[in-house]
T-cell receptor, first 114, second 112 residues
Framework: GAGVSQSPSNKVTEKGKDVELRCDPI?????LYWYRQRLGQGLEFLIY????????KSGLPSDRFSAERTGESVSTLTIQRTQQEDSAVYLC????????????FGSGTRLTVV | GQNIDQPTEMTATEGAIVQINCTYQ??????LFWYQQHAGEAPTFLSY??LDGLEEKGRFSSFLSRSKGYSYLLLKELQMKDSASYLC?????????????WGAGTKLIIKP
């Protein structure tokens, strides 16, 4: 597509439930990133996919967080047994291989755990 | 450790000039980015510096000094729509891989 698409835009869930967030990157962008942004704070790196290479999961805060991406297509970020501390905006960004520019962000998913 | 510092908030007047500073300490360096983020929206790319000096792009300019670990974003002829957060991000080495390390952002408030 023309831009990075994320869904849902907003999600309210009860503590303890699982949620799945979706990111559809720009066609042809091999690199895909997930970030978390808490209110008034900077971007916190979660996970990075580059083509068919093994993902860099070093930013995932706990084993409740996981993400998948098949090839260069859609990615899903799953949070199991959600906690109130998981409330944040989850941003996805993609860029072409080798590009120093072009981190294009989606509009994010605002997750609220009640 | 890795550290990106920028002021939390700045206020400026419409039509004026404002300079937003960013200092960084990272393991390795492979470029510095500035992004603009309006409230409730995704960050959008403004500028990229990898060599020392000034990059000018319309009303916005970005400067880098690698030896000082310092950058600034200069906004001229401020408009009300420039009210936003400005994020500084450095591509540094984390566990052998280059990743973007983000500052917390500077909230810029433009007053008439």
């Amino acid at each position: 597509g023309a831009g990075v698409s994320q869904s849902p835009s907003n999600k309210v869930t009860e503590k303890g439930k699982d949620v799945e967030l979706r990111c559809d990157p720009i066609s042809g962008h091999t690199a895909l990133y997930w970030y978390r942004q808490r209110l008034g704070q900077g971007l916190e790196f979660l996970i990075y996919f580059q083509g068919n290479s093994a993902p860099d999961k070093s930013g995932l805060p706990s084993d409740r967080f996981s993400a998948e991406r098949t090839g260069e297509s859609v990615s899903t970020l799953t949070i199991q047994r959600t906690q109130q501390e998981d409330s944040a905006v989850y941003l996805c960004a993609s860029r072409p291989t080798g590009g120093n520019y072009g981190y294009t962000f989606g509009s994010g998913t605002r997750l609220t755990v009640v | 450790g890795q550290n990106i510092d920028q002021p939390t908030e700045m206020t400026a007047t419409e039509g004026a000039i404002v300079q937003i500073n960013c200092t960084y300490q990272t393991s390795g360096f492979n470029g510095l980015f500035w992004y603009q983020q309006h409230a409730g929206e995704a960050p959008t790319f403004l500028s990229y510096n990898v060599l020392d000096g000034l990059e000018e792009k319309g009303r916005f300019s970005s400067f880098l000094s690698r030896s000082k670990g310092y950058s600034y974003l200069l906004l001229k002829e401020l408009q009300m729509k420039d009210s936003a957060s400005y994020l500084c991000a450095v591509r540094g080495l984390i566990e052998g891989n280059y990743q973007l390390i983000w500052g917390a952002g500077t909230k810029l408030i433009i007053k008439p």
